[in-house]
């Protein structure tokens, strides 16, 4: 699925079946102190010290700044106690028989119905102080929990965050240390050799190397097997940690062992690692057209979608028909990559605008005069995991008679998401913002509705039927019930998903076939652009 446009899939609590008869109440809802708990309150089981435990500092700098940034920055207005009442929520997956209330201005603990400690809740909304309150009950779990004492802090920052992000909208999520490295390398680049790899039993057996790079040099091929990072053995590690090894400070050096078949000596090498970003676009000529997928959005996809066209250009020369961008199954990635890419195709006019809470999430994003590929016409491919900034793509396009959009209905990810690091170089990834396209619809839950739909047809000849021939008025129906339709009205989104739906197809590849014969009949080629285009003034 950007530094601002990252999806996610929102974690499910492992205990949840489990434990049922602790998951009958929702913490956000309001919580009283039982007559069970009073009377051990009153009475026994009392952690003697538990309240004068002391938060640990990192855990409590972690939940200031992660509750202050979605307080800031997610879509919607959250107010601090509901956060740290989520996130003592997130108690419960490390230790089932955490219970927490909140009784007459306290945070009440129970660990196994045994009475903890209490901590004062803030009387106001500032999110320090209730990440300090919050430290406080984890501190206070602690003395009474076997499962919590051994805790180590990034398993606790991954429960509780976990159980924070999971009440906010399914784009918001938390990624540790770890995942946040490889986020980060897959928005921005990371320091390496050259080499893609999977697992092996000698270690790693290398499946690619990038031309130019480190490994390319050093000779290494295909088929060789990297059984030693430095000094250790590789045999039986992870891919991922075999993957983290081999990356490293751009400039410094790897030194590893490679087995190759036919030679009886090892190969050590001492590779410098260089900065890499990975491809995400691929070229081929497909008779007089280019055919270019792009599989995500990093911060190189306009400069080799550029360096792609122009290549085309000059393989195919003045016979060129045109350009079939294929963005299926592509998750989306960095918005302003999205922005550029469109704007290789755009003279002027608005691309997006994203609007949400806070003030800098208002932005509008407008084509420059230079266009790259003037003149050429253009197909979309798009399907149902299509999302986030290949929408953008494609309604951009779309909107502004630019290109044919061929496939079915995209994932409907119309929304922005920020990321800010945390102390421990994790990441919180917020909901901040919505996108509109150019004709001023909403792209949430709904996505892009294609020109010519895919879905249900066994061939071009009925795609082209259905979707421009004897199916051209109801086409031009359904495009502006689409950028007409309410995404908070449930029978509205009902009828618009149900117009042209995704489903997984094997066999022939229609939408190319569509592509194809569009782009070798001009006539045809407009006729399908103005069927799509919104009306005067919309």
């Excluded at 994203?354 to 084509?367: L, V, Y």
């Excluded at 990321?419 to 150019?438: D, H, K, S």
């Excluded at 021939?469 to 995404?487: C, E, K, M, V």
Aim: charge should be positive; glycine fraction near 8%.
């Amino acid at each position: 699925m950007p530094t601002g446009q990252v999806h996610a899939i929102n974690l499910r609590n492992p205990n949840q079946t489990m434990m049922p008869r602790l998951r009958a109440r929702a913490l956000l809802r309001p919580l009283r102190i039982t007559p069970l708990l009073v009377a051990l309150t009153a009475c026994a089981g009392v952690s003697i010290g538990a309240n004068d435990a002391r938060p640990d500092k990192a855990t409590e700098r972690m939940l200031s700044v992660g509750f202050t940034d979605i307080q800031d920055r997610y879509i919607e207005d959250l107010n601090a106690r509901t956060l740290a009442l989520a996130a003592l929520e997130g108690l419960r997956k490390l230790d089932p028989g955490t219970e927490i209330s909140s009784v007459s201005g306290q945070i009440v603990l129970t660990i196994d119905g045994v009475y903890v400690g209490s901590v004062d809740e803030p009387t106001g909304g500032d999110a320090a102080a209730w990440a300090t309150a919050t430290a406080r009950v984890f501190a206070q779990a602690k003395t009474a929990s076997s499962y919590l004492k051994g805790t180590r802090p990034e398993t606790l920052y991954k429960a509780v965050f976990d159980a924070v992000l999971g009440k906010l909208d399914k784009f918001s999520r938390y990624a540790g240390r770890e995942e946040a490295r490889e986020n980060r390398a897959a928005r921005t680049g990371f320091g390496g050799i050259g080499v893609a790899i999977e697992s092996h039993r000698e270690g790693a057996k290398v499946i690619a190397v990038t031309t130019g790079m480190a490994a390319d040099k050093a000779g290494i091929l295909v088929g060789d097997r990297i059984v030693a990072i430095g000094e250790d053995s590789i045999a039986g590690q992870t891919l991922r940690k075999v993957v983290s090894l081999l990356r490293g400070p751009v400039g410094e050096t790897a030194r590893i062992t490679v087995r190759r078949d036919g030679l009886n000596d090892m190969l050590k090498m001492t590779l410098k690692r260089a900065h890499i970003v990975t491809n995400t676009v691929f070229y081929e000529p497909r008779g007089e057209s280019a055919y270019v997928r792009v599989t995500s959005f990093n911060r190189e996809t306009e400069k080799r979608l550029r360096q792609a066209l122009a290549q085309a250009q000059s393989e195919i020369g003045e016979s060129i028909k045109g350009i079939i961008l294929d963005v299926r199954n592509n998750p989306g990635g960095l918005l302003d990559q999205a922005v550029d890419v469109a704007d290789l195709f755009l003279a002027n006019g608005r691309i997006i605008s994203t609007r949400g809470r806070h003030p800098k999430s208002e932005q509008r994003f407008d084509a420059k005069v230079e266009v790259f590929a003037r003149g050429l016409p253009v197909a979309v491919l798009m399907n149902g995991t299509s999302a986030s900034a290949a929408e953008i793509l494609a309604t951009a396009l779309q909107d502004h008679g630019r290109a044919v959009v061929i496939g079915t209905t995209s994932f409907g990810k119309g929304t922005v998401q920020t990321v800010r690091r945390m102390p421990n170089e994790g990441e919180l990834i917020l909901t901040w913002a919505r996108i509109y396209a150019p004709s001023g619809y909403a792209l949430h839950r709904l996505g892009v509705l294609p020109t010519v739909c895919t879905s249900n047809v066994e061939d071009a000849d009925s795609a082209l039927e259905k979707s421009l021939n004897s199916g051209a008025h109801f086409t031009q129906r359904d495009h502006a019930s689409r950028r007409a339709a309410d995404i908070t009205d449930e029978n509205s989104v009902k009828i618009i998903l149900s117009l042209c739906p995704w489903r997984p197809r094997k066999g022939k590849d229609v939408d190319l076939e569509v592509a194809e014969r569009l782009l070798a009949q001009p006539a045809l080629y407009r006729r399908a652009l103005e069927l799509a285009r919104p009306a005067a003034g919309s």
